[in-house]
């Protein structure tokens, strides 16, 4: 009874043991760790995408997010410093998790020496971060279609979402609500600085895509 049991734990352990060569032993580690580590980041990040959820790295539930691209006249507007960074994460873990899956499948799945799988890993990457390029650019043209006009934000009242500089020496963003939708504009003061949270009214949309805010 005692060895059934020993072979059967010794059974159950083989397939976490190969597949633990298969990714973390030499020379399989150069692969398996990006792999891994790139599909972890990836998958999470996307999950947080479709959520859409607050606390998701820079989302905010129902803004629009556009990376900064100028879609016709409407659109949000988030800091082009945050649509780089939420563009790089899921760009680097794209290459990372290409990069090591067609790595993978090079050296252990053909039987490949290290050279040719490194090109293929090369190759993998660059597919999947064009592929998440191209999916990105369809999804936020799709987004474009339902954007509101900046102008229909005029004489809204609104809330700071990041603190905004006195007398037009930097940049603050305001969160207002157009058409049942929240979004997020960057905005200038003509006055003194405003504090985050406090309540403004939009005064003007400026030709920069910005909006000139004042206190309530």
Same mark, same amino acid.
């Given at each position: 009874? #005692? *060895? ?5 734990? %010794? @059974?159950?352990?083989?397939? +976490? ?15 398996? /760790?990006?792999? /891994?580590? @790139?599909?972890? /980041?990836?998958?999470?990040?996307? #999950? ?49 998790? @290409? ?10 799945? #053909? @039987? ?21 390029? #191209?999916?990105? $650019?369809?999804?936020?043209?799709? &987004? ?12 809204? &009242?609104?809330? %700071? ?9 930097? $940049?603050?963003?305001? $969160?207002?609500?157009? *058409?049942? +939708?929240? +979004? ?14 406090? +309540?403004?009214?939009? /005064? $003007?949309?400026?030709?920069d895509r910005t909006l000139t805010v004042s206190p309530v």
């Amino acid at each position: 009874m #005692a *060895e059934s049991f020993a072979t059967l734990a %010794v @059974g159950l352990a083989a397939p +976490r043991n190969t597949m633990y060569e298969a990714l973390f032993t030499e020379p399989a580690v150069w692969f398996g /760790v990006p792999a /891994v580590l @790139g599909s972890a /980041v990836f998958i999470l990040r996307l #999950a947080l995408m479709l959520i859409a959820g607050d606390g998701s790295g820079g989302f905010d539930a129902d803004v629009d997010v556009d990376l900064d691209l100028d879609v016709g006249d409407g659109g949000d507007h988030l800091d082009p410093g945050q649509s780089f960074e939420i563009l790089s994460v899921q760009a680097i873990s794209a290459f990372l998790m @290409g990069f090591g899956w067609a790595g993978l499948g090079g050296l252990n799945g #053909a @039987g490949w020496g290290m050279a040719p799988s490194i090109g293929a890993g090369l190759a993998g990457g660059v597919v999947m971060t064009w592929i998440l390029a #191209a999916l990105l $650019r369809t999804m936020y043209s799709l &987004e474009s279609s339902g954007n509101v006009s900046m102008n229909t934000a005029l004489n809204s &009242e609104g809330e %700071v979402y990041t603190s905004i500089p006195a007398r037009h020496s930097g $940049r603050g963003q305001v $969160r207002v609500v157009l *058409e049942g +939708r929240q +979004r997020i504009y960057n905005a200038v003061s003509e006055g003194e600085a405003i504090p985050t949270s406090s +309540r403004v009214v939009v /005064v $003007r949309v400026n030709e920069d895509r910005t909006l000139t805010v004042s206190p309530v």
